[in-house]
Nanobody, 124 residues
Framework: QVVLAESGGGLVQAGASLRLSCTAS???????MGWFRQAPGKEREFVAA????????NCAESVKGRFAISREDAKDTVYLEMNSLKPEDTAVYYC??????????????????WGQGTQVTVSS
């Protein structure tokens, strides 16, 4: 069982930056970790993911060039660095984890574990 805990959300103005963190605890092997988000009235969508060794990352086109994902295995933590935030980035951001290959990290159904989510609100 893996428990994921997100932190770092908040209310910011457009153009600002935030860094989300997700710490994993429990017994797990080599897992990929990803971030998804869900805006009010919309379906949850993929944001970014990183393989178990940090060797490959995937990023949604809507955030490419503004968001970056990284991991620090010594702390069992994955980060989502978000820059140049826009009002349309407003959503609940969820951390997810699972024993996935890189080409599967786009798909939320492939993940086994989910965090509770952290709210990010970007005002114009």
């Amino acid at each position: 069982q893996v428990v994921l805990a997100e932190s770092g959300g908040g209310l910011v103005q457009a153009g600002a930056s935030l860094r989300l963190s997700c710490t994993a605890s429990g017994n797990f092997g080599a897992i990929a970790m990803g971030w998804f988000r869900q805006a009010p009235g919309k379906e949850r969508e993929f944001v970014a993911a990183i393989t178990w060794d940090g060797g490959e990352t995937n990023c949604a086109e809507s955030v490419k060039g503004r968001f970056a994902i990284s991991r620090e295995d010594a702390k069992d933590t994955v980060y989502l660095e978000m820059n140049s935030l826009k009002p349309e980035d407003t959503a609940v951001y969820y951390c997810a984890a699972g024993p996935l290959a890189s080409d599967s990290t786009w798909y939320e159904d492939e993940y086994d574990y989910w965090g509770q989510g952290t709210q990010v609100t970007v005002s114009s």
